[in-house]
């Protein structure tokens, strides 16, 4: 905050988040998880303002890491305004988490500090994405959580991939992997499962269909898991039956792109060397142009947050980091493939946090 020129540092949530999916800043830096809640943050106090459904909570949750509740009543950003007064902050700049407010409760909050008297008015500024770096690095607890939320994951994959036979429809192996998931000890699923088959696979997000999956045909499966507020997500492609030739061709090629980012990945690279890595094997077989996404994401809290791997990317890797690697080849009309790792920089290098079941090409060391 000293570095941004900010006496303050606000956090709220883009919408009221009942599913627990859109207020992690305000997660990570209170410990707070109730559906509706602002933090603000000055040089000398923590607070937490709730409303009288999470008063409790909030003790619970916040106290204990530094915080005072203030209790909101009435209008909210009425409420805000006067917990914003009594943080002392006339005159000081005060910054917005710009991701975690949408517009129209920025101009509500700004319209109500209006009322307030110009000696104890703060100056609104956006700040930069101060708690956003804090948490691409993963302390021990952390890592606790992820590996676990990856190991139920894991799990999951495998007891779904035991069960698959044609004529499953798409949508009930999705359904499938959602109960995997809650059977090895996950809370949920970290965003909706895809599986896709046959040319379906062509879309990197494509959505789950009553369609029978059918006897030869490749099936993506992309999945997360959550435990302890922490995501995980994985992505396998495999076949129902024997794979054709040009699926063995394709594979091989996404198998090799992988396992070369995973091997020259190390810290100080930018995003855009990692992916670089991967895109550069790909672009060799000559399906570059079939390789539209980037490489990797963040995975935390977040199924998706910094860093990011990708051909624009200037994020640098750091120790610590957690993020996936990713490469895919998709091709319209006949399907995609693509496989998915989760990684963690530790001594400068990747170590591979997913354990899965894959296929490994002939002549592939596994």
């Not at 606000?10 to 627990?20: E, K, L, N, R, T």
């Not at 915080?67 to 005159?91: H, N, T, Y």
């Not at 094997?281 to 947050?305: D, K, N, P, T, W």
């Amino acid at each position: 905050m000293t570095k941004a020129g900010l006496a303050g540092l606000f956090i709220a949530s883009p919408v009221d988040d009942v599913f627990g999916r859109h207020s992690q800043n305000r997660r990570y830096v209170s410990g707070f998880t109730g559906s509706t809640g602002y933090v603000l943050i000055t040089e000398s106090q923590a607070i937490v303002g709730v409303d009288s459904r999470y008063t409790e909570q909030a003790q619970r949750e916040s106290v204990s890491n530094g915080f005072r509740v203030f209790d909101i009543k009435g209008k909210r950003s009425e409420a805000c305004a006067g917990m914003i007064a009594q943080a002392g902050l006339g005159r000081k700049k005060l910054g917005i988490s710009g991701a975690d407010l949408s517009y129209g409760e920025f101009a509500k909050l700004n319209t109500a500090l209006g009322e307030i008297g110009a000696g104890d008015r703060p100056l609104l500024s956006a700040a930069p994405p101060i708690v956003e770096k804090l948490r691409v690095r993963k302390d021990a607890a952390e890592m606790a959580s992820l590996e676990r939320s990856i190991e139920i994951c894991d799990r999951a994959y495998d007891t779904v991939l035991a069960s698959l036979l044609p004529g499953q429809t798409e949508t009930a192996v999705a359904i499938a992997v959602e109960q995997a998931i809650r059977h090895a000890g996950g809370s949920g699923v970290s965003f909706g499962t895809i599986v896709a088959g046959g040319p379906w696979a062509a879309m990197p997000h494509a959505t789950s269909r009553d369609e029978p999956l059918r006897e030869g045909e490749m099936v993506v499966i992309d999945m997360g898991a959550i435990f302890g507020g922490y995501c995980s997500d994985l992505t396998r492609t495999t076949t129902l039956g024997e794979g054709n030739a040009k699926f063995r061709e394709i594979y091989g090629i996404v198998f090799e792109a992988q396992r070369a980012a995973i091997e020259g990945v190390e810290v100080g690279m930018t995003g855009a060397q990692a992916d670089r890595l991967a895109r550069s094997v790909i672009e060799s077989a000559g399906y570059g142009e079939q390789f539209g996404h980037g490489l990797g994401h963040g995975v935390g809290l977040e199924v998706h947050e910094m860093p990011y791997l990708g051909p624009t990317s200037e994020d640098v890797l750091e120790e610590g980091m957690v993020f996936t690697i990713e490469p895919g080849i998709y091709i319209p009309g006949w399907g995609g493939v693509r496989i998915e790792d989760i990684v963690v920089l530790e001594g400068g290098r990747a170590r591979v946090l997913s354990h899965a079941k894959t296929l490994v090409p002939a002549g592939a060391q596994g």
